[in-house]
């Protein structure tokens, strides 16, 4: 069973331009979350979806959006980059049916903004 | 609010020997508990779970983690350690006042020598 894909799994771009990243969970996971992880901060919970409706949303600014198709395949974008949403960006995905099983995570985005 | 904590944020231990690795964690309600490892530039590896049940739990490459309700801690242990043990180690918990979000403590880098 193929695991979660994240792409880009590198990337780098400038201060106000927005980038968009993607996630393919595990088939037949209909839950995706993404959390940035930066080494001040650690793991932080941005949001997660589930058969397209967004469940739960951490404390990040308005910048910070995403969506998940009928697929379940997920994105998130941000917009108008500052130097300190350089970070890794992790998608995973679960089940989600009960909200209480883990998570299984990609390889994550390493975005850096210049 | 539900927490995690992880006192230590390096642990250092000579291979073959026993490792240990501290969580304490702060819910109300049933604690759901998780425990990650992430390998350098890779994503989050699931290693073991406390739902319900057994106070010892068994994961994944021999891990495994002892839930004390009393104490409040989920510590992570392996009777022998292995160089290939050395990576980062983060216990979560799940969040269900906040809509079951997986929160996560800063993480404890752990070294094993030869």
């Known amino acids: 069973k193929a695991g979660v894909t994240q792409t880009p799994r590198y990337l780098i771009k400038t201060r106000g331009q927005q980038v968009t990243l993607s996630c393919s969970p595990i088939?037949?996971?209909?839950?995706v979350s993404w959390y940035q992880q930066t080494p001040g901060q650690g793991l932080q919970f941005l949001f997660e979806?589930?058969?397209?409706?967004?469940?739960n949303k951490g404390n990040f600014p308005g910048r910070f959006s995403g969506r998940q198709f009928s697929n379940s395949r997920s994105e998130m974008n941000v917009s108008t980059l500052e130097l300190g949403d350089s970070a890794l960006y992790l998608c995973?995905?679960?089940?989600?049916?009960?909200?209480?099983?883990?998570?299984?995570f990609g390889e994550g985005s390493r975005l850096t903004v210049l | 609010a539900q927490s995690v904590a992880q006192p230590e944020d390096q642990v250092n231990v000579a291979e073959g020997n026993p490792l240990t690795v501290k969580c304490t964690y702060s819910?109300?309600?049933?604690?759901?508990l998780f425990w990650y490892v992430q390998y350098p530039n890779r994503g989050l590896q699931f290693l073991l779970k406390?739902?319900?049940?057994?106070?010892l739990v068994k994961g994944s490459y021999g891990f495994e983690a002892e839930f004390n309700k009393s104490q409040t801690s989920f510590h992570l242990k392996k009777p022998s350690a292995l160089v290939s043990d050395s990576a980062l180690y983060f216990c979560?918990?799940?969040?269900?006042?906040?809509?079951?979000?997986?929160?996560f403590g800063q993480g404890t880098e752990l070294s094993v020598k030869p």
């Open positions: 088939s037949g996971h209909r839950s």
């Open positions: 979560a918990v799940r969040d269900y006042n906040q809509g079951g979000k997986l929160i």
């Open positions: 819910v109300s309600g049933n604690p759901y």
């Open positions: 406390y739902i319900t049940g057994d106070n």
């Open positions: 995973a995905s679960s089940s989600g049916a009960t909200n209480t099983g883990e998570l299984f």
């Open positions: 979806y589930f058969s397209e409706t967004q469940r």
